[in-house]
């Protein structure tokens, strides 16, 4: 037995709105949903959209729970982020806070040191593209400063940095020569 279309809706009111439609995949099952008001067989429904008998069952279950909107294509969900807000803020923190040397086995954190930490705290797997993106979602860049020894002086790059006198000089104005003739 075929799932019945809700009474709300008929065929002149479904063709009005596959007219109003803007996606062309709702337009082409509002008509065939439309067919089958008009007393079309499902399997002539199918054949106007183009589609099997399932998914003009599938057309009407939607339609009935959401109305026509409920037929428009939408983004697949795919598949749930493997880093929950819990983990995304340890994280952070442990970005922010840098490494232990003595603990973590680094000096400065890499995609892959990140990765490991995550494992070996949360026991949750990330592939160093996910954990890359999730850095980037959370504001963080690959950038890293340019390292400074222990035991530089304080005022030694400023010293590097004092402005040379100039190694070149304007030249007098010559005299303007006149063409040879």
């Known amino acids: 037995m075929p799932i019945p279309l809700r009474e709300d809706f008929n065929a002149a009111g479904l063709r009005s709105a596959a007219r109003e439609s803007k996606d062309a995949g709702q337009t082409r099952r509002l008509l065939a949903l439309a067919a089958i008001c008009e007393g079309a067989t ?39 982020r493997r880093l929950d807000d819990a983990h995304r803020a340890a994280l952070a923190a442990a970005v922010e806070s840098g490494p232990i040397p003595a603990v973590h086995g680094v000096v400065r954190w890499r995609v892959v040191d990140l990765r490991q930490w995550l494992h070996d705290e949360f026991q949750v797997s990330v592939s160093e593209q996910t954990l890359s993106r999730e850095l980037r979602e959370l504001g963080y860049r690959k950038l890293s400063a340019r390292p400074r020894h222990h035991a530089q002086a304080a005022g030694a790059i400023e010293a590097f940095k004092k402005a040379s006198p100039r190694a070149w000089a304007r030249s007098r104005a010559s005299r303007a020569s006149s063409p040879a003739t």
């Open 42 to 80: 499902r399997t002539e429904a199918a054949r106007i959209g183009g589609v099997t008998l399932q998914i003009v069952r599938d057309w009407v279950i939607k339609l009935n729970a959401h109305g026509p909107a409920g037929l428009i294509d939408r983004k697949a969900p795919g598949q749930k």
